[in-house]
Each structure stands twice: as structure tokens, then as C-alpha cells.
């Protein structure tokens, strides 16, 4: 049985109060959710620790958003893996596009920063995607299959979450065609080595595409960003027929 994932990326949103008006909004919805759906909040690093507080013994699992592969040093801005264990992070994204585009994550930092998840008991939530440059120029397979092979390398694989990103869907309210997204996935889990991978989808996932989004038969989650900021909207997701 593959794991349902659903989780909520707020790359650099919610200060930590605004992080608990959230909670007190989203919980009571929770009581809706069957149980077996896993939800993840990947909050901003400053949120992690009192969300922690609220979350304890809730069925919520948190999330970070970066972690590095080293265990502690000089790296100005980049956060450890045991300083995320110990207050009770489970989940942590790597290779978000963002960071690919933005901060200069390559394929070989992006495995490292996998392994390093792993060694510590995190489970990675690696993002994969085209750009819409590569889709238009039929290059989407290609793409995936180097990020695939590049980022896996030595990749524990029944310890892993997939979510496929395409670039040109983030934020724009532009979603990938249902049973398109469909194909794709069906296509990275052809290349693993380990088929009951949970492989989520992400990329303007709202309230009005989830029952379809997950109605496709690969496709085990989604990774949502815009629509996890908002209590409602997010349980909407959580809660999807
Ligand atoms: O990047 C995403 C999640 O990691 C998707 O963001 P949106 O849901 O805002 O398109």
C-alpha cells in the first residue's frame, strides 16, 4: 500500500503567531481527515519549534523546508539536521525548484542533502519538475530521468517521498492537466527501484482540483503551496472526497 502525503509548503510566509492563528483554524478540521491520509506543515525554520508544542499528539507531522548535509559547521544561513530531529521535525523538502533557480542547489547538493535526511530519520520530500522551456521543447522525460538519476544516488528509496513540480505550474495558477501529471509520475515511478514510492504531485493545487488530482490512480499526494496558507482552504485539500 503506497502512503498518502499530503503536505503544505509555506516557503517564507506565517510568522510564528501567524502560525498559530493557523493552527487554531486547521486543527478542528483534522477531525474530518481518515487517518491513514499523512499530512505534513512545512513552515518557515522560526515556526518549527512552538508549532512542535501545538502538534504533539495531534496526527500532523512537521516539515522543514532545507537541511544541510553536514551535522554542524561554518555555513552562515543553513540549518542541520539534528537541530531539526530534536524538536520533532519528521519531514524535510529538498531540491524545491525555488532553491534550484534561486540559491544555487545542483543535482550533487541535492543528494547530499538526501543523505544526509536519511542518516538522521528524516524523510525527504525530493521535488523533481521541468521548466516550461523543457516541456514546450519536449524535453520533460529527459529532465526527470537526469534529476532521477543524479539526485538517487544512494538513495535509501523506502524512506522517500517524490513530488513532481512542474516549474511552470508553481504559483501560477496554471495546474498540469490531471491526467497528465498522472503520466508523468507513472513515468518516475517506472524508473525506481522501489514502485510503492509515495510520488506527489505540486503546482496550483487548490480546493477545486484536489478530488480530481487524486482521483488519478499513480498519483499518492500533493505538495501545496498558496492553498496551505489558509486554514480552510488547506483542510478543503486535506479533506478531499
Ligand atoms: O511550490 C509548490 C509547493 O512546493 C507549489 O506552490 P503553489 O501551490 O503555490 O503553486
Known amino acids: 500500500m503506497r502512503k498518502i502525503v499530503i503536505a503544505g509548503n509555506w516557503k517564507m510566509f506565517k510568522t510564528r503567531s501567524e502560525s498559530e492563528d493557523f493552527l487554531r483554524?486547521?486543527?478542528?478540521?483534522?477531525?474530518?481527515?481518515?487517518?491513514?491520509r499523512e499530512v505534513v506543515l512545512c513552515p518557515p525554520?522560526?515556526?518549527?519549534?512552538?508549532?512542535s508544542k501545538y502538534l504533539h499528539g495531534s496526527l500532523i507531522q512537521l516539515g522543514a523546508q532545507n537541511v544541510h548535509w553536514e551535522e554542524n559547521g561554518a555555513y552562515t544561513g543553513e540549518i542541520a539536521a539534528p537541530m531539526l530531529t530534536e524538536i520533532g521535525v519528521r519531514y524535510v523538502i529538498v531540491g524545491h525548484s525555488e532553491r534550484r533557480q534561486y540559491f544555487g542547489e545542483t543535482d550533487a547538493t541535492v543528494n547530499l542533502r538526501l543523505k544526509a535526511a536519511?542518516?538522521?530519520?528524516?524523510?525527504?520530500i525530493l521535488c523533481v519538475g521541468e521548466t516550461k522551456q523543457q516541456r514546450d521543447a519536449g524535453e520533460t522525460e529527459k529532465l526527470i530521468t537526469t534529476q532521477l538519476e543524479k539526485d538517487l544516488v544512494d538513495i535509501d528509496q523506502n524512506n522517500l517521498v517524490i513530488a513532481y513540480e512542474p516549474i511552470w505550474a508553481i504559483g501560477t495558477g496554471d495546474t498540469c492537466e490531471s491526467k497528465e501529471a498522472n503520466r508523468v509520475i507513472g513515468l518516475i515511478r517506472s524508473q525506481l527501484t522501489n514502485p510503492n514510492v509515495s510520488i506527489q504531485y505540486?503546482?496550483?493545487?487548490?480546493?477545486?482540483?484536489?478530488?480530481?488530482?487524486m482521483a488519478q490512480p499513480e498519483i499518492d499526494g500533493a505538495l501545496v503551496g498558496g492553498a496551505s496558507l489558509e486554514a480552510d482552504s488547506f483542510a478543503r485539500i486535506v479533506n478531499y472526497q
Open 25 to 36: 483554524g486547521f486543527l478542528p478540521h483534522l477531525e474530518e481527515t481518515p487517518s491513514e
Open 45 to 51: 525554520f522560526t515556526d518549527l519549534s512552538v508549532m
Open 118 to 124: 536519511q542518516k538522521h530519520g528524516l524523510i525527504p
Open 202 to 213: 505540486g503546482g496550483s493545487v487548490k480546493p477545486n482540483n484536489i478530488d480530481e488530482i
